[in-house]
T-cell receptor, first 114, second 114 residues
Framework: DAGVIQSPRHEVTEMGQEVTLRCKPI?????LFWYRQTMMRGLELLIY????????DSGMPEDRFSAKMPNASFSTLKIQPSEPRDSAVYFC????????????FGNGTRLTVT | GENVEQHPSTLSVQEGDSAVIKCTYS??????FPWYKQELGKRPQLIID?????GEKKDQRIAVTLNKTAKHFSLHITETQPEDSAVYFC?????????????FGSGTQLTVLP
């Protein structure tokens, strides 16, 4: 099992540019989560999907952020336009969705917006 | 919603000593409490978890205790080693025990001094 796969590992972009982060969950996991990690705010849940359907996006900071899950093996998080305050590490995580099933994190994407 | 407080934010111990990290939670319906370890530049990884029907759980040098009445739980690491140095996060889930309801603490930076 390759675990949760995220790409890219690092992204440096200029303010105003569009950024797309990608995630492949563990095969068989039907719940997928996007988290943002910063020193100031810790780990924040942005959005999660269950069976490819967005269930709760209340953590998405603003309309510049959007996420999709077109199929069970792929999800994207898009920021358009990006701003310096979006700089953070973005983690994707997946789980089977069963009660008390552990959450498995990907290696994260470190985003720097200049 | 759930609120999780974690203390201390930083902890330094001598190699071989024990380390204790404490968390409190607000939602009495929470019933699943995982602990994650995050090494520098890496992803959070589950190291141990406990469910509300258990008061203590051990796995080699790590143990977690849960006091549901007081709504707090703790991570205990004995015979600490330099490789234990990392950031540790506690989390609590709501009544469903689902990962989508996980609320993370703010993290504890543990440093084990050789």
């Amino acid at each position: 099992d390759a675990g949760v796969i995220q790409s890219p590992r690092h992204e440096v972009t200029e303010m105003g540019q569009e950024v797309t982060l990608r995630c492949k969950p563990i095969s068989g996991h039907n719940s997928l989560f996007w988290y943002r990690q910063t020193m100031m705010r810790g780990l924040e849940l942005l959005i999660y999907f269950n069976n490819n359907v967005p269930i709760d996006d209340s953590g998405m900071p603003e309309d510049r952020f959007s996420a999709k899950m077109p199929n069970a093996s792929f999800s994207t998080l898009k920021i358009q336009p990006s701003e310096p305050r979006d700089s953070a590490v973005y983690f994707c995580a997946s789980t089977t969705g069963q009660t008390n099933s552990p959450l498995h994190f990907g290696n994260g994407t470190r985003l720097t917006v200049t | 919603g759930e609120n999780v407080e974690q203390h201390p934010s930083t902890l330094s111990v001598q190699e071989g000593d024990s380390a204790v990290i404490k968390c409190t939670y607000s939602d009495s319906a929470s019933n699943y409490f995982p602990w994650y370890k995050q090494e520098l530049g890496k992803r959070p990884q589950l190291i141990i978890d406990i469910r509300s029907n258990v008061g203590e759980k051990k796995d080699q040098r790590i143990a977690v205790t849960l006091n549901k009445t007081a709504k707090h739980f703790s991570l205990h690491i004995t015979e600490t080693q330099p490789e234990d140095s990392a950031v540790y996060f506690c989390a609590a889930s709501g009544a469903s025990g689902s990962a989508r309801q996980l609320t993370f603490g703010s993290g504890t930076q543990l440093t084990v001094l050789p």
